[in-house]
């Protein structure tokens, strides 16, 4: 779609909300490529451009995006303003590229808001205390916007998406997959984590904290997505809310070594020394007193952590070190969980059923993750959705959805 | 030239600056074709934008500019620093698309001089008293550099164009043009007006009135320029600075009025009225009691100003109102023009040898300007350049540079 008719699309969208008879603050990203397009300049002028000259170039994208989209509000017959982070007062540290919000100033945007004017807001960016332009980075836009929700405290956070909202498992992988009409915080958090990346966790993360109902939905249609919100009492009916699965990650497994205190804080203090983001980590006891030590990690971090094991394996006394980056993680999440038994087994006995491997496994209160070949991950993924019957609704919808 | 290629020519110009010893602040316009891509965007997405949202989206374009010369200049090894007109405190009266600059704040900038930085700002923008974004119009970036040499007590203000410098006349018709090393300010309005475009007026006032040495030069040669100063005594040696044209006037004429006292304010008060910039006006005096007024405008008012001459010579009880669009304005400009007589008299001469009309004359304090048939401009150019020796250096120009 060209950047016009974007524009004009998300304008009449706001029209309709309006209409409604609701006051609007609209935050906006860059419009298609134009980050892309500014990142390729810099590279062509600059080798390494500094973080305060990158944010003060990338800041201009969705200034063009505020000023569009006020533009064509005016063209439909409404009153709307655009604001960039700093005229609205969006405060942040000064770590630019990726900035930390601190405080966001109500004032401005609240009196244009009475006035009955669309407020049209840049996403993904603010000032820090001495007025240097910040970008907030990876899911800057979506952050911003629940920051603005918080501080105007709004009724709801519409976030539009590429998706139709949350699903019980990737609709492109399960066709059965059905939309969930409410999830909580901690279950979005748990699935974006596992793979599902409709919303940035950073932004649930601050929705979570400031308590903003969010809306996750689709910008190419009007059907209602899905709501991220607090747990309620009704969400533990549903055992399960959804499976997804990663397969961005790779395992490494540390063989034989002493089973003796200290051990594993030797291999991992390393590892996080490195800038290492390790995910899942399961140990395992030998007969003979030796334990292998498994645990997984970013593909794109396979080669470091495979040097800092070898090293602190040989040190160790380890028989070796192994990696295999053929895997995937299958995750089920629901807050349901907490108050049911049998759920874990549930789950492994599909898999068992099924004929497929787990490697590994791990469990936090509200998901149960195994790692499985990434050769079955698609087929793991329908059968655990089929165990736990997500594409029936198994609570009414009615009392879920509020 | 592409614009990343730009880019870096500037950054290698100032680079040199600095190598010199010299305290740099540099002040860029939006990248080649930025500013009617904006413009584009706009008028897709909006017939009528209004000019808050517009000065919101063009002001993007010097900010990318300003970050890519930074990075450019860091690239090279210099440090240096970008600076929106918000930052840097260009504060605006609040009339959007054409502000005017009402005061800079230099400590910004100085502070970041003091630390050996190349200081890059943004041309073209401020902001008013409520930190709502304005552009300045036409001549906006050459009026941002001045305004900030001021602030800062700079030794000269450098403009970089794609021509040379101000030439005698334009080399593209009188081949034998000779660049001036230097001209007064009140010379350089008196040719802007008149057709030579080197430079906005209006940055030309505002370096008058600050006192601001500018420095006019080619962005794509090492060669000095044009030197615009307060006048000096030397200046008065050379009686004729320059010669130009200008065809984008019109003529018409109110044929046969009365001649009683409040005609002319009858005729040029709803001229005014109707916002029509009138440029010479010649009254003539017939036997009979009756006066012909013939006046120029802008030939895209001209239809506007047939309108009303017609209605008001009506009113009069003119004959009738006749207009000629094939005009052009030849002028002579000079601040030694004070000093000498028979100036006139010789342009009048030397028109008159080539068999050149003269339709009108006006004369000011430093300039000579004759109406002919647009058909014979270049003509008139040549003959009034030769009669006047212009491509000869007439007084030494080691004394007139300094």
Redesign the interface.
């Known amino acids: 779609m060209?950047?016009?008719d974007r524009?004009?699309k998300v304008?009449a969208r706001v029209a309709r909300t309006k209409d409604e008879g609701h006051s609007v603050a609209v935050v906006v990203s860059a419009l298609g490529q134009t980050t892309d397009e500014?990142i390729a300049?810099?590279s062509?002028?600059?080798?390494?451009?500094?973080k305060?000259?990158?944010d003060?170039?990338l800041?201009?994208g969705e200034?063009?995006s505020?000023?569009?989209l006020?533009?064509?509000l005016?063209?439909l017959g409404y009153d709307a303003?655009?604001f960039?982070g700093?005229?609205v007062g969006i405060v942040t540290d000064s770590a630019h590229t990726k900035a930390r919000i601190i405080s966001v100033n109500k004032n401005r945007i609240m009196r244009e808001l009475d006035r009955g004017r669309a407020v049209i807001v840049a996403g993904f960016q603010g000032v820090d205390e001495n007025?240097?332009?910040t970008t907030l980075g990876r899911g800057g836009s979506d952050t911003t916007a629940v920051a603005i929700a918080a501080a105007l405290g709004a009724d709801v956070c519409e976030i539009y998406t590429d998706v139709d909202g949350v699903f019980t498992a990737d609709p492109r992988i399960v066709p059965d997959a059905r939309k969930l009409p409410v999830v909580s915080y901690d279950e979005m958090l748990e699935m974006a984590s596992a793979g599902a990346k409709v919303l940035h966790l950073r932004a649930v993360e601050l929705a979570k904290k400031c308590r903003v109902k969010l809306h996750v939905r689709s910008s190419f249609t009007e059907e209602e997505g899905t709501l991220v919100v607090a747990e309620t009492q009704e969400m533990e009916r549903q055992v399960i809310s959804g499976v997804s699965q990663d397969k961005g990650e790779a395992k490494v497994s540390v063989l034989d070594v002493p089973d003796v205190p200290g051990i594993a804080a030797k291999l991992f203090g390393p590892l996080a020394d490195s800038g290492i983001n390790v995910d899942m980590i399961v140990q395992s006891v030998g007969e003979d007193g030796l334990n292998t030590i498994s645990f997984t990690v970013p593909e794109s971090d396979l080669k470091a952590a495979m040097q800092t094991a070898e090293k602190v394996g040989s040190e160790l006394g380890a028989r070796g070190v192994q990696c295999d980056p053929g895997i995937a993680k299958i995750s089920a999440v629901g807050v349901g969980m907490r108050s049911h038994s049998g759920v874990a087994a549930k789950m492994f006995k599909a898999l068992g059923d099924a004929g497929i491997n787990i490697h590994m496994i791990s469990t936090s209160e509200i998901k149960i993750s195994c790692v499985v070949d990434a050769a079955r991950a698609e087929e793991a993924l329908k059968v655990v959705h089929d165990a736990f019957e997500l594409s029936k609704v198994t609570v009414e919808e009615g009392t879920n959805q509020k």
């Open positions: 060209a950047n016009a524009i004009k304008a500014l300049l810099a062509q002028v600059c080798s390494e451009p500094s305060r000259e990158f003060m170039l800041s201009t200034q063009v505020i000023a569009l006020a533009m064509a005016q063209d303003i655009s960039t700093l005229q007025q240097e332009i």
